[in-house]
């Protein structure tokens, strides 16, 4: 199956992504809340589009406000981003961490359906709102609820603690840390370069030392230590999603834009864990078909986005993705290929671990990521797209596994 029309994606925006590690954090004076990263963004995504009279529906991708926030109904605030949107359609979507990219695949299929030729797409969380030791039990929410009470203080980071320990036990302990902490040394040299990211600021000399830090039970999870782990995060993403016919009602051009030649969903089943620890295979059905759709091979692609909230989930996805056999993906992350001049370069601002993760808003910051790199509008972070390899893909997962978005873009 593939797309029926042309779709776009243009006027992307990043909030600071703010937490722990970021100067102006600071956990005992008042920060931005929903309104302001909303506002923030939305408004920044407006200007680029000549206003929100040219907007027909909006979505916004927001997990757990009802729970970080004592905030619902999130899609009535678009009004107050700018009084031109009072009256649009407007939705919200959740699927945990993959929230944000929910939000795009409505917005691509309302352009699909033709009610809609632009549609603004916002992500948002702010999680700084409580201690991370009582946010476990919020993000929990992304599991089973059932299990919530045999599970990890940290229910998250036991999950993906789980994973690794089994592909220690398969696969050799020295060989999977030492790549678990390369790709933490990726996530912050790239992180450095993108002045929105959580950890923009990091002056840590020696990260392979930091990334190898043996991981204590008594004191965190079995097997991953606190490195291996996305931070707590507050920010926003805004994307605009246009047909033909909404991007030169927009006044932009092709050049301005990247087309969605593909996307792929799959979900897996939330009550019961994983067959397999050291696969996933909800983000490989995901990959397949949002490749399929495009009508290209992982080959074809010059840089990806996936969604690493530990460091071995991004291992597991390379090799979800076919970049690497099943026991092979810490190797090719080992071997350089991932970093930003290497084969397949990978999360170019940081990823989930060095540019940080405000969970309904991820997918949407991937998307404006990949944008950027394809327009040549990613500054210090920029790198090469080879002229025949025009593509980018993101890759966004709510839970363990469990809900799975896919897209592939490529550059006008």
Not at 64 to 69: E, L, S, V, W
Not at 139 to 145: D, F, H, K, M, S
Not at 335 to 358: E, F, Q, S, Y
Request: with cysteine; aromatic share 8%; glycine share 10%.
């Amino acid at each position: 199956m593939q797309l029926r029309k042309k779709i776009y994606m243009v006027a992307g925006y990043n909030t600071i992504s703010m937490g722990s590690g970021r100067k102006e954090f600071n956990p005992r004076k008042a920060r931005p809340g929903l309104e302001e990263y909303m506002i923030e963004a939305g408004q920044a995504a407006l200007k680029q589009i000549g206003g929100a009279k040219n907007v027909d529906e909006c979505v916004v991708g927001n997990f757990m406000a009802a729970r970080y926030n004592n905030q619902g109904n999130l899609a009535a605030f678009f009004p107050m981003i700018d009084e031109g949107l009072k009256y649009k359609p407007a939705t919200k979507t959740e699927g945990a961490c993959a929230s944000g990219s929910l939000a795009l695949a409505t917005g691509i299929k309302t352009i699909l359906a033709e009610t809609a030729d632009v549609v603004l797409v916002i992500g948002v969380e702010v999680q700084n709102t409580m201690k991370a030791v009582y946010g476990a039990d919020v993000l929990a929410g992304a599991g089973w609820a059932k299990e919530r009470k045999d599970g990890h203080a940290h229910f998250f980071p036991g999950k993906f603690s789980d994973r690794a320990g089994k592909y220690y036990e398969k696969f050799g302990y020295d060989y999977t840390r030492q790549a678990m902490a390369t790709w933490y040394k990726n996530a912050i040299e790239n992180a450095r370069l993108c002045p929105t990211a959580q950890e923009f600021h990091n002056t840590t000399a020696d990260l392979m030392s930091v990334g190898m830090t043996k991981p204590n039970g008594r004191t965190f999870v079995d097997n991953l230590n606190v490195f291996d782990c996305s931070k707590v995060s507050d920010g926003a993403s805004a994307i605009v999603i246009v047909s033909e016919e909404g991007l030169k009602k927009c006044g932009l051009t092709p050049k301005d834009a990247v087309e969605v030649i593909g996307i792929g969903q799959a979900i897996n089943d939330l009550t019961k864990n994983p067959d397999d620890y050291t696969k996933l295979d909800a983000t490989a059905e995901a990959v397949k078909k949002a490749l399929a759709m495009a009508k290209i091979t992982k080959d074809d692609l010059a840089t990806i986005e996936l969604h690493d909230c530990f460091s071995m989930a991004g291992i597991l996805a390379i090799e979800a993705i076919g970049l690497a056999p099943h026991g092979k993906g810490a190797q090719f992350v080992i071997d350089g290929h991932t970093a930003r001049n290497g084969k397949m370069p990978i999360n170019t601002t940081g990823g989930l671990v060095g540019w940080g993760h405000p969970t309904g808003a991820t997918g949407v910051h991937q998307a404006v990521t990949i944008w950027e790199q394809l327009t040549g509008k990613a500054g210090d972070a920029q790198i090469n797209i080879p002229a025949n390899k025009p593509y980018g893909l993101t890759i966004n997962m709510g839970g363990d596994d469990k809900t799975l978005v896919s897209i592939v873009y490529k550059k006008n």
